[in-house]
T-cell receptor, first 115, second 112 residues
């Protein structure tokens, strides 16, 4: 069965410093992995996705993530945080192979950006 | 380009009342999903549908029902509201083989 574990429920950084949000996954299949962002009282927006192409995936707003099979990790990074990055971030794995596209969500990491 | 539209945005129900959360998409997506989001729990799949006339249970289906009479619409029904159903509900859609979902903006439901 697929699952994801987000290692930090809260992360706080200063504006202009690097962001690291950690995610480990478990999958019986070659996984598809995603990061979604949710700003307060908003829906979810896709940041980036890994689907077995390049292991370093670039997303929107300067975020990127690296798929490391040996470490079963898919950490999200950004070189320099901006105030507008404050939001909740979800690491997501695509469910078991088949036609249903079911997504399995981690419990989320709340990112705070201090001025 | 409406995408996925959910109504209502907010609702307060009394215990035992029923209601239907509406979800409509205009992207001709075959697959549609209902998730609930509770603090610290991420999103949990309630029901999903791979096409008109086809629905299936997700991880937390108890207390809910769905129907899919058209490609566009995927309503979620609560028959006897309970406080445990207080949550934020998200509808989403996707194409077959596509790994990206389009999410609606959510419905915040409180059962008192």
């Amino acid at each position: 069965a697929q699952s994801v574990t987000q290692l930090d429920s809260h992360v706080s950084v200063s504006e202009g410093t690097p962001v690291l949000l950690r995610c480990n996954y478990s999958s019986s299949y070659s996984p598809s992995l995603f990061w979604y962002v949710q700003h307060p009282n908003k829906g979810l927006q896709l940041l980036l996705k890994y689907t077995s192409a390049a292991t370093l995936v670039k997303g929107i707003n300067g975020f990127e993530a690296e798929f490391k099979k040996s470490e079963t990790s898919f950490h999200l990074t950004k070189p320099s945080a901006h105030m507008s990055d404050a939001a909740e971030y979800f690491c997501v794995v695509s469910g078991a192979g088949g036609a249903t596209n079911k997504l399995i969500f981690g419990t989320g990491t709340l990112l705070a950006v201090q001025p | 380009n409406a995408g996925v539209t959910q109504t209502p945005k907010f609702r307060i129900l009394k215990i035992g009342q029923s209601m239907t959360l509406q979800c409509a998409q205009d992207m001709n997506h075959n697959y549609m999903y209902w998730y609930r989001q509770d603090p610290g729990m991420g999103l949990k799949l309630i029901y999903y549908s791979v096409g008109a006339g086809i629905t299936d249970k997700g991880e937390v289906p108890n207390g809910y029902n769905v129907s899919r009479s058209t490609t566009e619409d995927f309503p979620l029904r609560l028959e006897l509201a309970a406080p445990s159903q207080t949550s934020v509900y998200f509808c989403a859609s996707s194409l077959p083989g596509s790994d990206g979902y389009t999410f609606g903006s959510g419905t915040r439901l409180t059962v008192v």
